[in-house]
Structure formats: C-alpha cells, structure tokens
C-alpha cells in the first residue's frame, strides 16, 4: 500500500467514524501518519474533556482505521 493510499484509507476510517464522535459534540482531525504505521490525530470539542476517550481512541478510532489499514500499529491523540 503506497503512502497516499494509506493517507486515503485512513480518511475513510475517519469518515466512518466522525458522525459518532459528532453526535456527542466531538470530532477528529488527522494530523499526520509517520512511517506509514503511527498515525496522529486530534480529538476536538466534546472529545477533549472526555473521561472515556482514551477507550474511544483505541476501541474505536484505532479499531476502525486497522480495518482500512491493517499494517497500523497504533493511533496516538495528540490534542
């Protein structure tokens, strides 16, 4: 998988999993993917305060981007 399709997939992970995060006042942005194996992202609005976002983050978020890009070893938040 070349690096813009990596970029791709995890969009589409993001996509998928936005209006979830948006109904409860929250969203994600993609800030960056190192080595076509970390990705970086932030949590925004509700998300930023949340006791549980950590389990958002990886039972969620990181779950869903692995679905799309299998070769993901982990998604860090960095907000």
Known sequence: MTTEEVRTNV??????IRPFLQSDGGDISLISIDNDTSVKVKLEGACVGCSVNQMTLKSGVE????KY???IEE???VG
């Open 75 to 77: 998604v860090i938040n």
């Open 63 to 66: 779950m869903t981007i692995k």
């Open 11 to 16: 969009e589409k992970a993001l996509a998928e």
């Open 69 to 71: 890009v299998p070769q």
